[in-house]
């Protein structure tokens, strides 16, 4: 039996709708909550949940009736001095920077390869079944880039907003079935 993976970006908070680095600590906003509430979630149900350790993600596994387990390898980027900043508020070249080359990192903050390096064995340890993990964008980012085998910087130019869906299988390999957004 083949492994499926269903990677559901969490809900919107007020960093995320302002375009701010995320706090882990960050519960979802209300418009984030009525979205998670009103999310179709039609299709096969799965065998196993696990969800970020972040607030947002344990918020809108709770709001969609999910008995997740918690997930270390599933937590956000560490942004560093960046938490909580508008990017409007950072000089342009470090934005720059830090797109161009995400394997650096924000300021004191974890690199997309350091996100890589938790996703990717995480994945790899999977069995297999259906299953479903409640994350976040730079990790969704990260999964595919493991699954692909592809750059980190590659999936930058991948908009993940939140509530879309990255749906990965394995059988021999990771194979990027779907990418959808709600």
């Known amino acids: 039996m083949p492994t499926r993976l269903v990677l559901l970006c969490a809900g919107a908070t007020a960093a995320s709708r302002a375009a701010r680095f995320a706090d882990l600590a960050e519960p979802l906003d209300a418009g984030g909550r009525a979205k998670v509430r009103a999310l179709d979630r039609a299709g096969p149900v799965a065998e196993r949940c696990w969800v970020s350790p972040a607030a947002a993600a344990r918020e809108t596994a709770e709001l969609i009736g999910l008995a997740a387990e918690e997930a270390p390898a599933l937590r956000d980027i560490d942004a560093g001095a960046w938490t909580g900043r508008r990017l409007d508020s950072l000089a342009p070249e470090a934005i720059a ?30 069995g297999e079944g259906r299953m479903l993990a ?49």
Not at 103 to 114: F, I, V
Not at 166 to 181: A, K, M, N, P, T
Request: hydrophobic share 55%.
């Open 97 to 126: 920077t830090w797109l161009a080359a995400p394997e650096a990192g924000a300021p004191g903050g974890e690199s997309m390869a350091g996100v890589r390096a938790r996703v990717g064995p995480w994945l790899d340890a999977l």
């Open 134 to 182: 409640i994350s976040h964008a730079a990790v969704l980012r990260a999964a595919i880039a493991h699954a692909l085998d592809v750059p980190v910087a590659a999936t930058m130019a991948i908009d993940v907003a939140p509530l879309s869906a990255v749906v990965l299988s394995r059988h021999g390999r990771w194979r990027l079935q779907e990418l959808r957004r709600d």
